[in-house]
């Protein structure tokens, strides 16, 4: 529960929307209770005219208009309340989502090398979908009907206190079951959810790749695989069921017995003439506005069970650490200048590894001048790769010192850095778009007479939709990671001990 209230902090800036709902929701509880006054009034009149003490009919038709300016004051307001939590909800599940993208754009590229890609888009997926769904249903059902029922309680305690009690113990009586139900339920429910990021994170990445997958004839694979994770869901479904509706038996048979006990005083007591006709059917409506809400608590609990599952694990990807203190300057710093006094790259004593045990690069030196060529030519997993992303920042160095133009760049902004730096990867990435777009990706303003290939060439604007390659396959997963390029990447371990750098 307190995950749930974090995530409305999350958005505090829909905090009038929050007391919206609140107002409308006690007006929603208000005008619902006056209704079995009503009622009650009028049966009293009518028991009156009964015996012939009034004519009655004008009181009667004059409770009539009341219920129905009530009735319809709750028709208006319940709708409000239904317009703001419907607002409320998508207003959240923005802000959700913006801030869940901002971060995930902000995490270092270690985040993503051990995350399968799907994983993270289901989970973006569930985590809000289900967290603001609930909200949603929180704010447009079941707050007014707490409302509402802390009220009857109160109202009821007012005409027998054994009443109210009773009807008291419902609610602990009911959390308690439903807390054991829950623990279970949870567990069974996290295992479900991680055969379905699987199952999700395998699938993106075999449409991204269907050309791989083609290629290999993988695709039976690839089906069973997927089909092996879902048709595991089906057998802890089943044993979650049947464990939920195990114990709902439980609870609601305790329910049905304090109900029993409820409607045994309202009768008694009627008969022994402490309630009159009016205020026994005040009473019974009010009762039955009590039982409603334990009846919906089943549906009730089992979302917030998925709404506290998913929020879980909202805010695990939140409390990743980002790739380095965010105090950037907001506006996007120029590249680095690049001058002939120092050289325009260089390595000093580099020693990094992906692991803590494995060594990749072991005091690697060498600089690079402005206007000098130079390839790296070595084995596959010998560490080229490597080379180009500690110039880049996306792993920090363990000792030794990587410059950019003088400047050590684990002092300098990543974004300044990344800006100062072109690039070409071995593997081509398209975003959805034109050539030209995907020509000036990492400079959108760039004119259309920049991005020509050549001077008076023609503009690449053509539209294509190009399959989103370039994700990231999981570590361990690679070619690059076999053994034989492991043993050759290693060498002398011994002589650098790795100081990462948060
Ligand atoms: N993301 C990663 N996580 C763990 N190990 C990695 C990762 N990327 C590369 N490696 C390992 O680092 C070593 C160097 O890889 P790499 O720089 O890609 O070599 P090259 O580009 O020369 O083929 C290899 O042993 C490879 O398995
Ligand atoms: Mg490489």
Known sequence: ????LRLLGVARELWPQYVGIVLTSILI????????????????????????????????LWLAVALLINDLANTVISNYGGYLGDTMAVRLRTALSNKYFAKLLSLPQKYFDNELTGTIVNRLQRSITETTGFLNMFANNFFPMLITVFAVLIISA?????????????????????????????????KKNAEFDQAGGRFSEVIGQIKVVKSFAQERRELSL??????????????????WHQMDVARRGALNVIFFGVYAIIFVQTVQGAFSIGEMVVLVQLVNIARQPVLSMSYFVDTIQKAIAGSKDYFKVMEELPERPIEEPSDAPAPLALGDAVPAIEFERACFGYT???????????????????????????????LVSLLLGLYSLGKGRVRVGGHDIAALPLEQLRRSVGVVFQDP??????IADNIAYGSPSATREEIKPWPNGPTPTSSFRPSPRGTT???GSAASNSPAARSSGSRSPEQCSRTPRS
């Open 29 to 60: 509880a208000g005008t619902g209770l006056l209704t079995p006054f009503i009622i009650g009034a009028a049966t009293d009149q009518i028991v009156a005219a009964g015996q012939g003490a009034t004519d009655g009919v004008t009181a009667v």
């Open 429 to 434: 990435s398209w975003f959805s778009g034109s």
């Open 356 to 386: 803590d045990t494995e060594k990749v690069l072991d005091e690697v030196s060498f600089a690079v001048r402005r206007g000098e060529r130079v390839a790296f030519v070595g084995e596959s997993g010998g560490g080229k790769t490597t």
């Open 158 to 190: 007012a005409y027998s206190i054994w009443l109210s009690l009773l009807l008291i113990v419902i609610y602990p009586l009911f959390t308690w079951l439903t807390a054991i139900t829950s623990k279970k339920w949870q567990a069974l429910e996290g």
């Open 1 to 4: 529960m307190r995950s749930i």
């Open 226 to 243: 997927f089909d092996g994770n879902y048709q595991r869901t089906i057998g802890i479904t089943g044993e979650q069921s049947r464990w």
């Open 473 to 475: 396959p999981k570590s």
